[in-house]
């Protein structure tokens, strides 16, 4: 595989997306730094197909990623592969309002012919290929220029690699009939809405006891004025004021801006500081939570009780072995919470629909409604139809009894013992 000088110019990365856009793949990654800004920072993109490799540098001087960015969302002739790629397409929307499609993402497509929830990119590459990776650079600081060579070449290896794996496992995906259990997947990692920021939804990622509109309209407010307070500092938002600080003072609200001093989380200056005479004017205008904002209960039949729990917990064996008799990740068929609804009557469940039906659903079904039940077979515990369980019993030869001699038919028991 030809491996490229590290890309800092407009024309030759548009020569090297001439090439590219003309394979079936391209294996992506980035390196980005995002722990002191709002906005994840874009340092370095990695490309490769199965014949050339580059990396390229977003933070040269005049550098025009147009190209680049077109083939990643509007060109739909070639495949975007990432691994475990959540963090890299957050980065490309960002950029351009759009995410990468077609898209397949390596960590995802293990969980379908493996056990693997989420294995690391070492893993990986250890697993398919047998190659250890240099891990010595991964926490090095992508921002700094010029980059080492170890950074560029450790940063390449992301996507080289990659290529190698994608043909091997695609090719077991069709021979196990697999891949189509993972369109739906894939369709879920490429959904802008999971990349959308908006400030008025803030509120939702923020964990807060009670269903108080009042309490959950100030949190609301008070959500949505952080994260406009963070976007113009471009710091993260924690920076601002911590999650649990918020939900603090969503709950208990201070009369005044001298108050703010009381509040844990919060230092002295706030009693007198802008910020701090901002925030109380969010809290003064804030208006409770529409009915129609409010959160939906948890979607769950009558409540478990002990017998009902007792049935999640068997299905939860059920999936564990499921999940092992067939090599795949338990994760991708089923979560708890939803193994706890169908124990408690609901119906309306992913798992009782299309492939997870087939695979998992229809037993698990069985098992609630008391047509299957656990047997144990050459020191495995397996699944096994109640109609078979008796049929197999009925198929057993039975113990003979032992004949009375014919001194002692009839005799009573305590003659007999005497």
């Not at 650079?137 to 921002?143: I, N, P, Q, V």
């Not at 918020?246 to 703010?260: N, R």
């Not at 019993?393 to 028991?413: F, H």
Request: charged letters at 30%; glycine letters at 6%.
């Amino acid at each position: 595989m030809k491996i490229h000088d590290l890309i800092t110019t407009t024309e030759a990365l548009d020569d090297l997306v001439s090439r590219l856009e003309k394979s079936d793949f391209v294996t992506v990654d980035t390196e980005f730094m995002r722990e002191n800004t709002y906005w994840p920072e874009l340092c370095l993109v990695q490309i490769a197909n199965d014949e050339e490799a580059a990396a390229i540098d977003p933070l040269a001087d005049g550098l025009d990623m147009t190209s680049l960015l077109n083939l990643m969302c509007d060109n739909e002739d070639v495949l975007k592969i990432f691994h475990a790629g959540g963090q890299d397409v957050e980065i490309i929307y960002n950029l351009t309002g759009k995410t990468p499609h077609p898209i397949f993402d390596t960590q995802i497509a293990m969980m379908a012919i493996s056990q693997s929830e989420q294995i690391g990119y070492a893993n990986l590459v250890e697993s398919w290929l047998g190659i250890t990776v240099d891990k010595g650079a991964r926490f090095t600081d992508w921002s700094r220029r010029p980059l080492t060579d170890r950074q560029i070449e450790y940063a390449i290896g992301d996507v080289t690699y990659l290529s190698e794996i994608f043909p091997l496992m695609l090719k077991k995906l069709v021979k196990t009939g697999r891949g189509k259990w993972l369109n739906a997947e894939m369709e879920k990692l490429a959904d802008p809405d999971n990349y959308r920021n908006d400030p008025g939804k803030a509120w939702k990622r923020i964990r807060s006891a009670g269903r108080n509109p009042q309490v959950l309209g100030r949190l609301k407010a008070l959500a949505a004025w952080r994260e406009g307070e963070a976007q113009h500092k471009d710091i993260p938002r924690g920076r601002i004021m911590r999650d649990e600080t918020l939900a603090d003072v969503a709950s208990h609200p201070p009369k005044k801006q001298a108050d703010l001093a009381k509040v844990r989380g919060l230092s002295n200056a706030w009693r007198e500081n802008d910020i701090g005479k901002r925030m109380m004017k969010v809290l003064e205008s804030a208006e409770p939570l529409p009915k129609d904002e409010m959160p939906q209960k948890t979607k769950r039949g009558a409540p478990l009780g002990k017998e009902g729990a007792l049935v999640a917990d068997l299905l939860k064996l059920l999936l564990k072995i499921r999940a092992r008799e067939i090599e795949i990740a338990s994760r991708l068929l089923t979560k708890s919470d939803e193994l706890e609804a169908l124990a408690a009557g609901i119906r309306d469940l992913p798992i009782l629909q299309g492939w997870r039906y087939e695979v998992f659903g229809k037993d698990a079904l069985q098992l609630v409604e008391g047509k299957t039940g656990f047997a144990v077979k050459n020191g495995k515990l397996v699944m096994t139809h109640i109609d078979d369980l008796q049929a197999e019993m009925a198929a057993e030869p039975e113990v003979p009894e032992i004949a009375e001699s014919a001194d002692t038919a009839g005799t009573p028991v305590d003659e007999a013992t005497e």
